[in-house]
């Protein structure tokens, strides 16, 4: 029969054991919050770097059709899917270009509002919100490809050795 210190010794290892348990948990849950407050923090940059490029893009051509294609071609670029222009895109890429395409479009119509038509009215940008657009194309990209667009841009870099003269 245990003694009444050994009952009082395994009561308080019990707690500790506990205490334990529940600070790993507790330090699992905020990695986890840290890890996806990480990723949205990074998403939101490459969001606003992909976007900013292309209206900075738009704001330069006049010409809509023009502008589209140098928007389109700037961000394969920067992905790193293209050194020249979309040709050199496979039809896998098609339905991206039929997503985005609305987008360039929609900031080119931002840069340069549509005269009004024939009737006295104005003209419409096909999107009107293109970072809703963009949004939309992201949870697009993440059901059909299982993974984040905005990874993409993702560049593993190998470590570089450091070295002393």
């Known amino acids: 029969m245990p003694s009444a210190a050994d009952t009082l ?40 770097s992909a976007l900013g490029d292309m209206a900075r893009i738009a704001a330069l051509e006049p010409d809509r059709e023009v502008a589209v294609e140098r ?9 790193g899917w293209i050194d020249g222009g979309l040709d050199e895109l496979g039809e896998g ?44 194309f992201e949870a697009w990209y993440e059901a059909e490809r299982g993974q984040p667009f905005l990874q993409v841009f993702e560049r593993y870099m190998p470590p570089t050795p450091v070295v002393e003269f």
């Open 9 to 48: 010794i395994a009561r308080l290892q019990a707690d500790c054991t506990a205490a334990e348990t529940a600070e790993r948990a507790v330090r699992a849950e905020v990695e986890a919050q840290l890890k996806e407050a990480e990723r949205v923090r990074a998403f939101a940059w490459r969001r606003l």
């Open 93 to 136: 890429a098609r339905p991206l270009l039929d997503w985005l395409r609305p987008i360039a479009e929609a900031l080119h119509a931002g840069a340069y509002p549509a005269a009004e038509d024939g009737n006295g009215e104005a003209k419409e940008a096909p999107v009107a919100d293109p970072i809703a657009a963009f949004h939309a």
């Open 71 to 79: 928007q389109l071609v700037a961000l394969f670029r920067d992905i």
